[in-house]
């Protein structure tokens, strides 16, 4: 499932650092790696500490962790919306991701130079939510104009249409983000093909000093205040801290490092989790001596679903899913030992997955 992550930021405010940070294998404690599939797209893998421990029970011959994608999206300026500097650019490829990492400034250093000339992140934000706001507030009029003949015969579904196109019009030109109004499920479809770049969920990364990152400071106090009806994530990170840690070669010394630090784990391991959820993603596992592996999969999905993310066949063929629950596995230490105390459930088409699941799929084509 390749979903993307685009993080997003004026510049100087360490995103790159952080996404040069999230590309090195060494910032995390599993030896999996990274690749480059363009110049600015990364595949990172997700860190999970349950597919270790299935590893050290099962000892399979290869372990495959789960992945997302993580884009480092052009800096933007005031007037993107208008093309102003790489403007275009960046609105094209934020438009291509499915959630932002909107990283902001929460450190000050008199030699890192503000583009502003202020750390002010409330600001920097205001700076990137008016562009993108505007650039859907266009987007929505223009849709608004096209079905005006529509509305004008009496056409229901163009009506039905205007009606919620202009309840996004209003909170665009009040300073509101497209995701902020709320649709049901049949308004939905109207506002959906117009990919919303506001519309998008949305967590934001503090880039704090070293000073600041465990208990954080006034800039981040005040960055959770002003997004707290947003229903949005605020993480805290240190990028210089993260791409100190990157440059060490043991794991060992990387712990280590973090302990002197006050940390649990590497900064960049919670926002490569926190983005996974953001994505609204779960995890399930198939556990065998050929392979351990971590798969990916949307919230809600049934059985079928689950097995067409291995191979379409497997949905479309589906009779039935062998299920045993994480915490049952590690307890018993087997598949067989699963089993034979009843802890293996049957399960059919309508069997919604849940995170952690160990499965086992029986399909006929």
């Given at each position: ?32 790696p990274f ?270 679903q689950a ?21 049952d596995f ?36």
């Amino acid at each position: 499932m390749a979903l993307k992550c685009g993080i997003v930021g004026l510049p100087n405010v360490g995103k790159s650092t952080l996404f040069n940070c999230l590309s090195n294998a060494k910032a995390q404690s599993a030896n999996f790696p990274f690749c480059t599939i363009e110049p600015n797209v990364g595949v990172i893998t997700v860190p999970d500490d349950r597919l270790g421990k299935l590893e050290s029970l099962v000892n399979p011959e290869k372990v495959q962790p789960t992945t997302i994608e993580i884009v480092d999206i052009a800096g933007l300026v005031k007037g993107a919306s208008k093309g102003e500097g790489l403007g275009n650019k960046f609105l094209a490829n934020i438009r291509e991701t499915d959630a932002i990492i909107h990283v902001l400034r929460c450190f000050d250093d008199d030699n890192v130079v503000h583009v502003d000339g202020k750390v002010d992140p409330l600001n920097d934000k205001e700076v990137i939510d008016f562009e993108l706001q505007l650039k859907d507030l266009e987007t929505v009029q223009k849709q608004l104009e096209g079905i005006k003949r529509k509305v004008k015969t009496g056409d229901k579904s163009a009506v039905k249409e205007q009606e919620v196109l202009s309840r996004y019009e209003a909170a665009l030109e009040a300073g509101k983000s497209a995701r902020t109004v709320e649709v049901t499920d049949e308004e939905a479809p109207f506002i959906m093909g117009l990919h919303l770049l506001t519309i998008k969920p949305v967590m934001y990364v503090c880039n704090v000093d070293e000073g600041s990152v465990v208990s954080g400071n006034a800039h981040v106090e005040a960055v959770k205040a002003a997004v707290k009806d947003e229903n949005a994530e605020v993480i805290m990170i240190g990028a210089q801290i993260e791409a100190d840690i990157a440059e060490l070669d043991s794991y060992e010394e990387r712990q280590e490092f973090l302990q002197d630090m006050g940390l649990k784990e590497a900064g960049v391991n919670v926002l490569i989790r926190a983005a996974y959820a953001l994505l609204n993603l779960d995890t399930y596992f198939t556990a065998g001596e050929k392979e351990v592996r971590a798969w990916t999969i949307n919230k809600g999905m049934t059985a079928p679903q689950a097995a067409g993310v291995i191979h379409t066949d497997f949905e479309k063929g589906f009779i039935r899913a062998e299920v045993i629950k994480y915490n049952d596995f590690v307890t018993l230490g087997s598949e067989a030992a699963c089993k034979d105390a009843g802890k293996m459930g049957v399960e059919g088409k309508e069997y919604v997955v849940e995170d952690g699941d160990i499965m086992h799929f029986r399909f006929n084509v």
